[in-house]
């Protein structure tokens, strides 16, 4: 799932993943979409750091950036706002459980 979602940022935002990639490595010394399968609080923190604590601009970059494009690719666009909150909160455990569920669902 990880490569799938590089493959198709790095294809429809061409740059998006190079940008916050700086932070990241920076910051947690991981790249954003490893971040984001492992600690997706601190990828969101990273976005709204960016956006310097715009939270509507944190949450719009963030969903488009990454939840739209990781829901679309489980075939579960109704996970999108679940995710965000999760991420918000700093619930990254349960983040990764409702994906956990989506691939064991989806088959990938």
Do not use: Q, W
């Not at 799938?4 to 790095?10: D, N, P, Q, W």
């Not at 700086?22 to 600690?39: A, G």
């Amino acid at each position: 799932m990880k490569r799938r979602l590089i493959e198709y940022l790095t294809r429809r935002a061409p740059g998006v993943l190079d940008l916050f990639n700086i932070y990241c490595m920076l910051m947690y010394r991981v790249d954003c979409v490893t971040l984001l399968f492992t600690s997706p609080s601190k990828l969101y923190y990273i976005v709204l750091t960016h956006y310097k604590s715009d939270i509507v601009s944190a949450d719009y970059a963030f969903t488009i950036a990454f939840l739209g494009p990781l829901a679309l690719l489980l075939n579960r666009l109704d996970i999108i706002r679940e995710l965000l909150e999760l991420a918000k909160t700093g619930k990254d455990k349960e983040f990764l459980e409702v994906l956990t569920k989506c691939l064991r669902g989806c088959g990938s």
